[in-house]
């Protein structure tokens, strides 16, 4: 097995309670910084993001805890290794336990679930090239297709309902049981069952070894520089870096994290640091004690920036729009953050499974706990949102 991820930020399906991601697709992503674990414990925290898989929803769920319950690490591998002492599942047994704890954002995953997160690390995952979420009524839908993906070239498209994976139904699925079915080796076979404009089709693909970039740069009139961060997967933050180091000289910078989900925490920071020259980025507390993280000096501290945010903001993408709006380096613009700030730690329990459970929470520079009630933009703003940007951006002497 991998070794266990340290410090990444991952979303649960919160319409189950406490698994997995909200809207989540083929391909199911994890960051881990290897070799940061013991055997029983991840040295470092987490706050966990499983990315890939369409927008996240961005209305949290409402109802008692913000995810700051705790399941008992002894219980849960307790529980385990008497389930495989009797011939059962620890994975089964571990889950009980979590859901009955009220630990709202843990929860357990096997040996293979967490072979497939070993791959998104770098940005690759076994799969079909969809992204989906699941609808209130239980649907599964497709968000959007990758290009040049097996589904793309079998003709998928956004809005096609998946109604069966190898003719098993998975309407009422949670979303991480529909990419389990979609997942497998590549150069397999799977058959997708759909609906599309109420008429139902049959569409066979073969599974690939996909890869996703998760910084995309582009260049705006006026000396602007877009760098999209769509997850913060390994070596992320120093593409951030690069890019900005390689944007026209005086000229502005939109850091668009909307739709973000999150990602390795270590990424985050480095992000963060290409716009800051040292200090604190954020603190974290695991089981009462207090560790801090601070950015690399050496940032581009003058030239001015605009970071974009919306509901689908959440975990790793919080924690750089936290820090950059409390220290004053950039204006924040868009709708609020998801509200993701609760920080797990992986246990490897008995036969091979993984909890995550949660530990903690992380705040802001300014002592902000995000769990629950996200960032409020500086300046709010929705379809509009990257127009309103680059007149803040005008307003700072970009372009003029």
Known sequence: MPGLPAFCLRPRDLRRGAVLTLVFAVCVGTAAATGCWSPHEADEPHTAFLAGVGEPDPTPVPGPGTGTGTADREAVARAAAEAVAEGKSGKKAAQEVVSRSGDRWGTVYDRGEYAAFAEELDGRWTGVGLWAGRRGDGRIEVDRVQPDSPADR?????????????????????????????????????????????????????????????????????????????????????????????????????LDLRGNPGGLVTEAVAAASAFLDGGLVATYDVRGSERALYADPGGDTARPLVALVDGGTMSAAELVTGALQDRGRAVTVGTRTFGKGSVQMPTE??????????????????????????????????????ERARTVLGGLGVGS
Do not use: C, N
Not at 175 to 198: F, M, N, Q
Not at 366 to 386: K, M, V, Y
């Open 154 to 254: 079998a003709g998928l498209r956004a809005g096609d309902r998946l109604l069966s994976v190898d003719a098993r139904s998975v309407t009422g699925l949670a979303v991480p049981d529909v990419v389990a079915l979609l997942r497998g080796e590549a150069g397999t076979p799977v058959v997708l069952g759909l609906s599309r404009d109420g008429a139902d089709l049959t569409v066979g693909v073969r599974r690939a070894q996909l890869r996703t970039e998760a910084v995309t740069v582009r260049r705006l009139a006026g000396g602007i520089t877009v760098i999209k961060v769509s997850s913060f997967t390994r070596g992320s933050g120093e593409r951030v870096r690069t890019a900005v180091r390689e944007a026209p000289p005086g000229g502005g910078v939109m």
């Open 349 to 386: 329990l008995p036969g091979g499974a993984v909890a995550e459970l949660t530990v903690g929470t992380y705040r802001t520079p300014a002592g902000r706990s995000l769990d629950g009630g996200g960032i409020t933009p500086d300046l709010a703003a929705g379809d509009g949102a990257e």
